[in-house]
């Protein structure tokens, strides 16, 4: 264009300087082609893809502990006494009364349990439920209920069942027991929650009377087994004012304990013992490899001794003993200190016996005493500990 | 006279292009082999780079596993081809995937290390002990990674370099690495050296 305005015409060029342009650029790219290909282009080899395959345990190991509620007196020598945890079942004739309520429902008057963690965490739950069973105190009068589920550490309200507008449940029977079966199985989906558990449960009485309680228990399933949670600590605040009652075997160093029901003979006698029962619901499967027992015992009265052995059993198969009436598990002497015994139950692990699973979860261990006063003794903690894992 | 110019451009442009074009092919003959008619012949064959894993136990899976568990398992690298290694190379993947694999600090850790000999291998379960001297290829890391340089092989045509791959679950792994599952490629690659005279 430059060239067609001017008024004497240049010479003509060979090449316009457009076409210049185009013929510079597209050698130089394709030079500079050549230069990038030689640059970049090298070998390379791969093996072929190797594949493993990992996975990890169900359960990991570690140890389960769980005390035991579910005890029988001997110590007499007359045969059990039944001196289980009040709520562990319904219709033992075993209650918890509770003091009075009020007429109307307050955010200040309620019972809580607080559950006790014996199962392996990070498992999926299923079908938990709170079994709760009670009845009023008073006949002709009605007690009504709802409840809120917490966790325990942090206390944080994780779901509420009735209000004080619908209660839940409500008896009308001194004598009756009405039975709450309520699933919270919104709340409770793992066993992280469940062993971290506390239920409150409020009251009202419609004349500012007591009810009563018998069973407080929470079971559902996880893929492996089924469960009962029990209670450990239970406070009563039905007046507006708490008390606080602690499962005396299930916490040591708690300052409360369990004294035999009767005096115990200066020697041992296979018909004097206390029984414990555990249920530590191992999973069906697990490999045990360790078992042991915390038995926390003294004498009721100073300067006398007491001494114990024990025996293991599933159902009327004993089996182990650990000492004997010649050669006693331990001795304690006074009634200000506890013998801290930790019994090693060696031949109820999975590598010494088939039927490690069943035996421990159907364990129920004689502790024979003697006391060389001829007094009471009194029993701070009997736990079962368990390590397992599940493959 | 447009029509015309236009012409010779075009011409000019395909001559240019032309040219372009054999200056590139001329490069690249810069690097191709000649050969002459002389009784004296030259003949330039390319070399081949070949990665191979002649003895692998990586194929042997571990289950079920817990917190504080190690895996290890030799392989061993061939660089069976002719021309040597520049540098290698570790992907790792996994499918179908867990937290085994996905939780960086809890799951799966990987640590690679040479022995100057063959690994005298024990088990199942594996174990390895080094009779000659030891060195770390791929200090621990999280388990999935894509290019993982390797370190201290030998990358020589026609050696073998002894490896043991060490997997360890963490003992602070928590029970939400229970019951996981994950399935892992292993896959080693290595690049040819830089080029030299020939």
Request: charged share 10%; glycine share 8%; with cysteine.
């Given at each position: 264009?430059?060239?067609a305005?001017?008024?004497?015409?240049?010479?003509?060029?060979?090449?316009?300087?457009?076409?210049?342009?185009?013929?510079?650029?597209?050698?130089?790219?394709?030079?500079?082609?050549?230069?990038?290909?030689?640059?970049?282009?090298?070998?390379?080899?791969?093996?072929?893809?190797?594949?493993?395959?990992?996975?990890?345990?169900?359960?990991?190991?570690?140890?389960?502990s769980?005390?035991?509620?579910?005890?029988?007196?001997?110590?007499?020598?007359?045969g059990?006494?039944?001196?289980?945890?009040?709520?562990?079942?319904?219709?033992?004739?075993?209650?918890?009364?509770?003091?009075?309520?009020?007429?109307?429902?307050?955010?200040?008057?309620?019972?809580?349990?607080?559950?006790?963690s014996?199962?392996?965490?990070?498992?999926?739950?299923?079908?938990?439920?709170?079994?709760?069973?009670?009845?009023?105190?008073?006949?002709?009068?009605?007690?009504?209920?709802?409840?809120?589920?917490?966790?325990?550490?942090?206390?944080?309200?994780?779901?509420?069942?009735?209000?004080?507008?619908?209660?839940?449940?409500?008896?009308?029977?001194?004598?009756?027991?009405?039975?709450?079966?309520?699933?919270?199985?919104?709340?409770?989906?793992?066993?992280?929650?469940?062993?971290?558990?506390?239920?409150?449960?409020?009251?009202?009485?419609?004349?500012?009377?007591?009810?009563?309680?018998?069973?407080?228990?929470?079971?559902?399933?996880?893929?492996?087994?089924?469960?009962?949670?029990?209670?450990?600590?239970?406070?009563?605040?039905?007046?507006?004012?708490?008390?606080?009652?602690?499962?005396p075997?299930?916490?040591?160093?708690?300052?409360?304990?369990y004294?035999?029901?009767?005096?115990?003979?200066?020697?041992?006698?296979?018909?004097?013992?206390?029984?414990?029962?555990?249920?530590?619901?191992?999973?069906?499967?697990?490999v045990?490899?360790?078992?042991?027992?915390?038995?926390?015992y003294?004498?009721?009265?100073?300067?006398?001794?007491?001494?114990?052995?024990?025996?293991?059993?599933?159902?009327?198969?004993?089996?182990?003993?650990?000492?004997?009436?010649?050669?006693?598990?331990?001795?304690?002497?006074?009634?200000?200190?506890?013998?801290t015994?930790?019994?090693?139950?060696?031949?109820?692990?999975?590598?010494?016996?088939?039927?490690?699973?069943?035996?421990?979860?159907?364990?129920?261990?004689?502790?024979?005493?003697?006391?060389?006063?001829?007094k009471?003794?009194?029993?701070?903690?009997?736990?079962?500990?368990?390590?397992?894992?599940?493959? | 006279?447009?029509?015309?110019?236009?012409?010779?451009?075009?011409?000019?442009?395909?001559?240019?292009?032309?040219?372009?074009?054999?200056?590139?092919?001329?490069?690249?003959?810069?690097?191709?082999?000649?050969?002459?008619?002389?009784?004296?012949?030259?003949?330039?064959?390319?070399?081949?780079?070949?990665?191979?894993?002649?003895?692998?136990?990586?194929?042997?899976?571990?289950?079920?596993?817990?917190?504080?568990?190690?895996?290890?398992?030799?392989?061993?690298?061939?660089?069976?081809?002719?021309?040597?290694?520049?540098?290698?190379?570790?992907?790792?993947?996994?499918?179908?995937?867990?937290?085994?694999?996905?939780?960086?600090?809890?799951?799966?850790?990987?640590?690679?290390?040479?022995?100057?000999?063959?690994?005298?291998?024990?088990?199942?379960?594996?174990?390895?002990?080094?009779?000659?001297?030891?060195?770390?290829?791929?200090?621990?890391?999280?388990?999935?990674?894509?290019?993982?340089?390797?370190?201290?092989?030998?990358?020589?045509?026609?050696a073998?370099?002894?490896?043991?791959?060490?997997?360890?679950?963490?003992?602070?792994?928590?029970?939400?690495?229970?019951?996981?599952?994950?399935?892992?490629?292993?896959?080693?690659?290595?690049?040819?050296r830089?080029?030299?005279?020939?």
């Open positions: 264009m430059r060239h305005s001017s008024p004497t015409p240049e010479p003509k060029a060979l090449v316009s300087r457009r076409a210049l342009r185009w013929a510079a650029l597209i050698g130089a790219g394709a030079a500079a082609f050549s230069v990038v290909s030689i640059s970049v282009a090298s070998f390379n080899s791969t093996t072929a893809g190797v594949s493993m395959n990992v996975t990890s345990k169900k359960i990991f190991p570690g140890v389960r769980t005390s035991t509620w579910n005890v029988k007196d001997a110590s007499a020598g007359a059990e006494v039944d001196a289980s945890d009040v709520f562990l079942t319904s219709g033992d004739s075993k209650i918890k009364t509770t003091g009075n309520w009020s007429s109307a429902f307050s955010s200040t008057r309620y019972v809580e349990f607080d559950f006790n014996s199962k392996a965490g990070g498992i999926p739950v299923s079908t938990a439920t709170f079994n709760f069973s009670f009845a009023d105190n008073v006949a002709g009068n009605t007690a009504c209920i709802y409840f809120e589920v917490y966790r325990a550490s942090t206390s944080t309200l994780l779901g509420t069942y009735g209000s004080s507008g619908t209660p839940l449940a409500c008896s009308s029977s001194s004598t009756t027991y009405t039975n709450v079966n309520q699933s919270i199985a919104a709340q409770v989906t793992s066993t992280d929650v469940l062993d971290d558990l506390r239920i409150r449960v409020y009251g009202r009485e419609s004349g500012n009377k007591a009810m009563k309680i018998d069973l407080a228990t929470v079971s559902g399933a996880t893929s492996y087994a089924n469960y009962t949670t029990y209670e450990q600590i239970s406070r009563d605040r039905s007046t507006g004012t708490v008390t606080t009652t602690n499962w075997l299930a916490l040591s160093g708690d300052g409360t304990n004294t035999s029901a009767s005096n115990w003979a200066t020697t041992f006698s296979t018909s004097r013992y206390l029984k414990f029962f555990f249920d530590p619901s191992v999973p069906t499967g697990a045990i490899t360790s078992v042991t027992l915390n038995f926390y003294r004498s009721s009265f100073n300067s006398n001794t007491a001494c114990w052995y024990g025996e293991a059993y599933n159902g009327a198969t004993l089996l182990a003993s650990y000492g004997s009436s010649g050669t006693p598990q331990s001795c304690n002497t006074g009634n200000t200190t506890y013998s015994d930790t019994v090693t139950m060696s031949q109820l692990i999975s590598a010494n016996d088939a039927n490690a699973v069943s035996d421990v979860n159907n364990l129920a261990v004689r502790a024979y005493m003697k006391e060389s006063g001829g009471a003794t009194q029993v701070d903690l009997v736990q079962l500990n368990v390590n397992y894992y599940l493959d | 006279m447009r029509r015309n110019s236009s012409s010779r451009a075009r011409k000019l442009l395909l001559t240019l292009a032309a040219l372009g074009a054999a200056a590139s092919i001329a490069g690249l003959g810069t690097f191709a082999t000649f050969t002459s008619s002389t009784s004296t012949s030259n003949t330039i064959a390319s070399g081949t780079l070949s990665l191979t894993a002649p003895f692998s136990r990586l194929g042997t899976g571990a289950s079920p596993i817990a917190p504080g568990d190690t895996m290890q398992r030799a392989i061993d690298l061939s660089y069976s081809g002719s021309i040597s290694f520049a540098s290698a190379t570790l992907t790792t993947s996994a499918s179908p995937s867990s937290l085994l694999d996905t939780d960086a600090t809890n799951g799966l850790q990987i640590a690679i290390d040479k022995c100057s000999q063959a690994w005298t291998e024990a088990g199942p379960p594996y174990t390895y002990t080094c009779g000659g001297s030891t060195s770390t290829v791929l200090a621990s890391r999280a388990l999935v990674g894509s290019g993982i340089a390797l370190s201290n092989l030998t990358l020589t045509a026609g073998t370099d002894h490896l043991r791959v060490t997997l360890t679950f963490p003992g602070g792994a928590g029970n939400t690495l229970q019951n996981q599952s994950s399935t892992v490629s292993y896959t080693f690659s290595g690049t040819q830089a080029g030299t005279d020939q």
